[in-house]
């Protein structure tokens, strides 16, 4: 097997007839045999349990679940819009030159992902024990306690709370826009509001939608923390009903089975929607 | 005499400790294109981004067509001009920056109506048709429709032109327009620049192209170590450098 041609060094063949042997990949067989196991003693074990199916299948539809499916949507794409308009507020406003307005918005950010966002619904439900009326001095104002409906209650603590994370996602998205963006657009005269609006948000956001996707399939679980201050969301409505009949581990399966096909709908969306803002970025030819 | 479009007056510019500029003063006269040459650090952009009040010079004044830039003098004080008066200063200029800076999420027909939509508030219709028009100035009609990656450098460069060109400056600046492209790019962005400064256009252009410099320039001023170190003519400058850094600076470029 010796290359014959003249000028190339001796001793080193060639191989290129010489067929690859298949390897044995004992680690897969191994795992696979593990999982195999665990999985087996999981069905015996969900077989012997006194799991109902037949309860599950029948709770799975009925309407009291489906308006908590509904609920915890609502709440879902509230909590979520109110946490992108103060998030996309509170970034702009980190990043301004304005020492009182980057100040505040550092306070906000602080205040809110300090503290623990259960206890921020609770303090927004109970407002009626320090605050009996709310409004605004002069023009309108009611009683603390018709207006803080679980509702309400649901939707500023956890858009409030979401703000401020979003807030942070949102100043990554636009320190990640090259400054030369900035120059450019103030090069032809445009002022910082227009300049944000229309050269530096759509490209932050290109950065900021795929951990803003994350948030929100966060944020549809987040919701079921709602149940505490007696918001019908699908988790309450679940908890409700177990305890009339008891049924708890099929009632916790029911709602365990709608969260998981929301967010399995919600990926493919995420994925569209970064493609959408992805205009301009990778595209193709040159 | 002329009254000079651009008179700068004493300018010094100072980055935490390190002298950009100092004591700079120029005069460029209407339809003049002026050629700034120099080493690298010497001070060229600064100048010119304090032309664009881009950056603010420490001291000294730069007048644009009569108008002091950035700043009004109201008895013994100057007091800043608000953000909104200096972005109308600055429709009198147009900048073209070393890398395009174009927008990335518009094509380029966008990104020359831009200006024209958001700044001027002209009609969809009417910015268009200007902004098309600007297009096949620049040579680039038929890429309307692309997006900024999906040109090559030299087109990204004229399409930067033109966006320039929509808002009606004065006086355009050109930060090494070429400096960022292939070998092969550089001429057609030059023509461009060429048939601007044919038009009439007052230019200040930072380069190394010096063949460029001395077929355009009216006047060359060569810079170095943050300051003018000699001016005039190009054939003067460029052919007949009286000043010795002027010399060295010219025979290691020309090699
Ligand atoms: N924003 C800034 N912060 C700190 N230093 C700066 C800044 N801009 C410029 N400088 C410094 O000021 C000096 C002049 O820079 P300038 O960019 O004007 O030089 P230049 O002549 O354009 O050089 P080049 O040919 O490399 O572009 C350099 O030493 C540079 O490091
Ligand atoms: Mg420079």
Redesign the pocket.
Known sequence: MMDARPGLAPGFPDISAIPVARRTYYGRWFAAAVIILVLLALARAFAHGQIAWGVVGTFLTVPVILTGLVNTLVMSVLAMALGTVLGVVAAVMRLSPNPVLSGSSAFYVWLFRGTPVILQLLLWFNLALVFPTIGIPGIWSGRAVDIMTPFLSALLGLGINQGAYTSEIVRAGILSVDAGQHEAAQAIGMGRIATLRRIILPQAMRVVIPPLGNEFISMIKTTSLASVIQYPEILHNAENIYYANSRVIELLIVAGFWYLVVVSILSPLQHLLERRFARGAQVHGR | MTAPLVAIRHVS?T??G????QDVSLDVLPGKVVC?I????????????CVNQL?RPDTGGIWLDGELLGVRQAGDKLHRLTDREIARQRLKTGMVF?RFNLFPHMTALGNVMEGLVQVQKRGRALAEAEAQALLARVGLAEKAGNYPAQLSGGQQQRVAIARALAMKPKLMLF??PT?ALDPELVGEVLAVMRELARSGMTMIV?T?ELAFAREVADHVVF?DR?TIVEQGSAEQVLTAPRERRTQDFLSAVLG
């Open positions: 510019k980055f935490s390190h002298r950009a500029l700034l120099g080493g690298s650090g010497s001070g060229k952009t600064t100048l010119l981004r950056t070393q930060d090494e400096s930072v190394h810079m943050a």
